[in-house]
């Protein structure tokens, strides 16, 4: 190294932090990014889930009694909920009377989907079911609510019968998309072709395009932005959402798998009835279409309202598990592994790691957790599925060695920047995944106080530092998952949330938050390296990614006040080797993205030399979060 050129450096970056990174030791590094996913904002049924018809099946509960919610009449018949003798299937008891009224001619009703239907000139793939006496023709039809001009219709003879309920399905391709989403999707028939003045309806159900074209499976435009995500694992399916407001009302995997007409619904913790379309094997659909590794969560007799199953009872519940590993995982020779066979699919899929639960450190839960609940389910499913590494819900108690404990961290920005140092502080005793994180308050506000509606720049600044804490040990921290994922803009209860939409796809948008994962995930550390440390108002890690043989530098800046000068050298990497600069910034710390409006966060690239000294030297702006890798 020359002398002259030290001093020349020092006097054009005096103030730039010098990091040189090792090229050996460190750790290598299993730290992922994923998803998790629960069922609430109307994010699960109404979002990703594809069904387009709200309240299909009249499904209910004591918490959410049966309606006729998204249902209206057509010219002058009388809509009412029945529970008829021979009705549909246990599980749908329910369904929806059309008397004719008193007019002759054309009569039938509308659903108004989850807050309007997006139509666009693309098939739609329906099926209904109906009981009772007519002998004409039905007719489906995607109109608009404004204007009644109807986008699509088709005819389809009926097969009714008054003694059984008969199935019926159509499709529909509109010529033209509808310039909004204030549709519905209708059902008419001629009145004076029934005998009995009325026919029953249920289970109504009308798909568009979906991903991959799953039958009865998820919006393309929301699961491409998971995609996008490039996420490596999902937790499913909750969250609070698998326990329940009160006993009885937990997750049952067994209750969302099989024909739809089979699956009677529950009542979610998140002010809603699941209809249980988006089941069990839904959601492992998705793992497999989107490469995720499986972190399934299960019930473990602990309910919202702070009860907890008695050691007594756990076992119906511990066995209600062992059952769904062997759903899931069985050979087809085994009772449930045949059942799954039954249904479609005869190979098993794998699980690599399973949830005992949620949050079982609230609630009332952690006593009855830490003295016999977590053990009885990690010692019965230990000793069945040997392979399958058990996650607790909590780290607030001692776990067995091989066990991996669960963090979640909600603050604001300076609590998430002022745990950057969380891991390396207190260590982690076991392996853990960091289930659900989010900035959710602004700065001086906590939980009690009002949280903000919408991810923004300055708390996802802060998420990345977090983010970067987590990486440094990426020989412990097994992931990290922001939560929740979805806002319906037209019904949400919990914010903020990774991305936003409606009915109508062109109002989906991916949240700064997003942006920052989306650039951390695309540039995967496979290997920790030892490097120079001085944090705030610059955080960093770096490393190698041993799969493509780069060196990655990822750093965030929160706090600085004014454009941050940094100079990182990799040992080993030579004077005139390229790099890639990429970082995020916004013109407003309190920038957030929202439907219609102009993307916030700027993307910057630049290509950047190392120096005679195999420098990489380049400024960062205030709060701003960066990525550097050298070529291949
Ligand atoms: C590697 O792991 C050890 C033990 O967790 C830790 O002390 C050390 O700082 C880590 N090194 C790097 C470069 O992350
Ligand atoms: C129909 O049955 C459900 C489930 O048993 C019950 O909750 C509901 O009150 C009944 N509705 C009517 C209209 O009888
Ligand atoms: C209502 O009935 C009239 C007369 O039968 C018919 O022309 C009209 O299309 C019907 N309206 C709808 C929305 O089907
Ligand atoms: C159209 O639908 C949107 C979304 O549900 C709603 O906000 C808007 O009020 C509707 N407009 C009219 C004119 O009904
Ligand atoms: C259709 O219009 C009615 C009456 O204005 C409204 O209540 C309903 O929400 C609308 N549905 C859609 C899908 O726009
Ligand atoms: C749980 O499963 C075991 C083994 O099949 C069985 O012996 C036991 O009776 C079951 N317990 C309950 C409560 O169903
Ligand atoms: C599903 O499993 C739960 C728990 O084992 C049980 O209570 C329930 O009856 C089962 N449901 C059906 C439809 O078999
Ligand atoms: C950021 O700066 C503000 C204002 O000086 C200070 O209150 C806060 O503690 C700082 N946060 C961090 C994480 O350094
Ligand atoms: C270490 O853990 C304690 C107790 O949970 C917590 O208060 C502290 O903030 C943690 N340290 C850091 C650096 O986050
Ligand atoms: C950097 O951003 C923080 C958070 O908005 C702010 O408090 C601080 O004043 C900023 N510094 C400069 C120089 O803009």
């Given at each position: 190294m020359k002398l002259f050129s030290i001093s020349f450096l020092c006097a054009t970056f005096s103030a730039a932090l010098q990091i040189s990174v090792e090229s050996s030791g460190g750790n290598?590094?299993?730290?992922?990014?994923?998803?998790?996913?629960?069922?609430?904002?109307?994010?699960?049924?109404?979002?990703?889930y594809a069904e387009l018809i709200q309240n299909r099946a009249f499904q209910g509960s004591s918490f959410y009694p049966r309606s006729l919610v998204a249902w209206t009449p057509i010219n002058g018949s009388v809509l009412s909920l029945q529970n008829l003798s021979q009705p549909l299937s246990s599980a749908l008891p329910t369904s929806?009377?059309?008397?004719?009224?008193?007019?002759?001619?054309?009569?039938?009703?509308?659903?108004?989907?989850?807050?309007?239907?997006?139509?666009?000139?693309?098939?739609?793939?329906?099926?209904?079911?109906?009981?009772?006496?007519?002998?004409?023709?039905?007719?489906?039809?995607?109109?608009?609510?404004?204007t009644n001009e109807a986008f699509a219709s088709t005819q389809i003879n009926s097969n009714?019968?008054?003694?059984?309920?008969?199935?019926h399905e159509f499709t529909l391709t509109p010529e033209k998309d509808a310039p909004n989403v204030n549709n519905?999707?209708?059902?008419?028939?001629?009145?004076?072709?029934?005998?009995?003045?009325?026919?029953?309806?249920?289970?109504?159900?009308?798909?568009?395009?979906?991903?991959?074209?799953?039958?009865?499976?998820?919006?393309?435009?929301?699961?491409?932005?998971?995609?996008?995500?490039?996420?490596?694992?999902?937790?499913?399916?909750?969250?609070?959402?698998?326990?329940?407001?009160?006993?009885?009302?937990?997750?049952?995997?067994?209750?969302?798998?099989?024909?739809?007409?089979?699956?009677?619904?529950?009542?979610?913790?998140?002010?809603?009835?699941?209809?249980?379309?988006?089941?069990?094997?839904?959601?492992?659909?998705?793992?497999?279409?989107?490469?995720?590794?499986?972190?399934?969560?299960?019930?473990?007799?602990?309910?919202?309202?702070?009860?907890?199953?008695?050691?007594?009872?756990?076992?119906?519940?511990?066995?209600?598990?062992?059952?769904?590993?062997?759903?899931i995982t069985g050979a087809t020779s085994t009772p449930y592994g045949a059942l799954r066979a039954s249904l479609g699919y005869s190979s098993p899929w794998k699980i690599k790691y399973i949830e005992i639960g949620n949050e079982d450190n609230i609630y009332g839960g952690l006593p009855s957790y830490i003295s016999y609940r977590f053990q009885a389910y990690y010692d019965s499913i230990g000793s069945k599925y040997p392979d399958i590494t058990v996650m607790a819900s909590t780290v607030e108690l001692v776990l067995p060695a091989k066990a991996v404990g669960d963090y979640h961290q909600y603050s604001n920005p300076d609590g998430l920047v002022g745990q950057f140092n969380y891991f390396d502080q207190n260590g982690t005793k076991n392996t853990a995944l960091n289930g659900e994180i989010a900035a959710k308050f602004a700065n001086g506000l906590t939980w009690g106080d009002t949280a903000q509606i919408f991810p923004w720049w300055i708390g996802a600044v802060s998420e990345a530092v977090f983010y970067l804490g987590m990486e440094r040990n990426g020989d412990k921290i097994i992931?990290?998952?922001?939560?929740?994922?979805?806002?319906?803009?037209?019904?949400?209860?919990?914010?903020?949330?990774?991305?936003?939409?409606?009915?109508?796809?062109?109002?989906?948008?991916?949240?700064?938050?997003?942006?920052?994962?989306?650039?951390?995930?695309?540039?995967?550390?496979?290997?920790?390296?030892?490097?120079?440390?001085?944090?705030?108002?610059?955080?960093?890690?770096?490393?190698?990614?041993?799969?493509?043989?780069?060196?990655?530098?990822?750093?965030?800046?929160?706090?600085?006040?004014?454009?941050?000068?940094?100079?990182?050298?990799?040992?080993?990497?030579?004077k005139g080797t390229s790099a890639t600069l990429t970082y995020l910034v916004a013109n407003d710390p309190y920038a957030y993205n929202a439907a219609g409006q102009p993307e916030v966060v700027q993307t910057k690239n630049s290509q950047i030399i190392a120096s005679e000294d195999g420098e990489f030297a380049f400024t960062l702006p205030n709060l701003s979060v960066a990525v550097l890798e050298t070529g291949h």
């Open positions: 290598s590094s299993i730290f992922q990014y994923g998803l998790m996913l629960e069922d609430l904002n109307y994010g699960g049924e109404g979002g990703l929806m009377n059309v008397a004719t009224g008193i007019g002759n001619g054309i009569v039938g009703f509308a659903n108004s989907g989850y807050w309007g239907i997006d139509v666009k000139a693309q098939k739609y793939t329906g099926s209904f079911y109906v009981k009772g006496s007519y002998t004409g023709a039905f007719t489906v039809s995607l109109q608009s609510n404004l009714s019968t008054p003694n059984q309920w008969v199935q519905t999707f209708a059902i008419t028939f001629e009145s004076s072709d029934v005998q009995g003045g009325s026919l029953d309806f249920n289970l109504i159900s009308l798909f568009p395009p979906t991903w991959n074209n799953r039958p009865n499976g998820l919006r393309p435009d929301l699961v491409q932005a998971l995609s996008d995500l490039k996420p490596k694992f999902l937790r499913f399916p909750g969250g609070s959402d698998i326990e329940g407001l009160v006993q009885g009302q937990e997750w049952k995997w067994n209750e969302t798998i099989g024909p739809l007409k089979d699956r009677p619904g529950r009542p979610n913790c998140w002010g809603y009835e699941e209809t249980g379309g988006l089941g069990l094997i839904e959601l492992l659909l998705l793992t497999v279409d989107l490469d995720l590794d499986p972190i399934l969560a299960v019930e473990d007799g602990h309910w919202l309202n702070n009860e907890v199953a008695s050691q007594a009872d756990l076992e119906s519940h511990i066995n209600s598990t062992l059952d769904q590993l062997e759903f992931g990290s998952a922001y939560a929740p994922l979805f806002q319906n803009m037209n019904s949400w209860s919990w914010s903020p949330d990774l991305l936003q939409f409606t009915a109508d796809p062109g109002d989906t948008v991916r949240s700064t938050s997003w942006h920052v994962i989306q650039l951390f995930a695309s540039y995967e550390i496979t290997h920790t390296l030892p490097q120079t440390e001085s944090f705030g108002p610059l955080y960093y890690v770096s490393g190698l990614n041993q799969n493509t043989g780069t060196h990655i530098f990822k750093a965030a800046v929160y706090n600085s006040t004014g454009d941050y000068p940094v100079s990182v050298t990799f040992d080993g990497v030579e």
